[in-house]
């Protein structure tokens, strides 16, 4: 069976560049791609599901992505996948030390459902030192992320620190 469709599963606390050459790179390969929010991540979110999910959905119509879903979900996320009916799940990969967590959650993932293949894709290079939390600490202090993601992320996190 060839893989037409996939999910892009992820914290998105907010979104940033980096998840949006994802994206971009994923929507090349796939037909359909569904973006889901993790309601309840590992670490304690800055946004609520609803506003990371808002705060997704406006970044991608300001980078001009359309057709992605954005969807929330709770509990496990092949669940999710299977109840989207998709074929695989989709992660990016910034440097060597996102290696070992994203090696445990694909074979965890693949004996929970061997069906759904968990795919890869490498980020560009001038985001490969970017994440959420970069993002959120350099914008509580004052510094500039118009390199680092979208404007409406810039305002939600100006309206969330002030
Ligand atoms: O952006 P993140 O925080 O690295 O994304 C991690 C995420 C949300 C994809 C992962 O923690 C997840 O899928 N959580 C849901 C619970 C689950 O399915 N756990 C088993 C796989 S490790």
Known sequence: MRLSNAIYPGSFDPITYGHIDIVRRATRLFDDLVIAVVANPRKKPLFSVTER????????????????????????????????????????????????????????????????????????GCYSFLSSSIVKEVKRFGGEIKSFAPKSVEQALAHKFE
């Open 53 to 124: 999910v808002r705060i997704t959905e406006k970044a991608l119509a300001e980078c001009d992505i359309c057709g992605v879903k954005v969807i929330a979900y709770d509990g496990l996320l092949i669940d999710c996948a299977k109840s989207h009916n998709v074929q695989a799940i989709v992660r990016g990969l910034r440097a060597n030390s996102d290696f070992d967590y994203e090696f445990q959650m694909a074979l965890t993932n693949r004996d929970l459902d061997s069906d759904i293949e968990t795919v890869f894709f490498m980020t560009a």
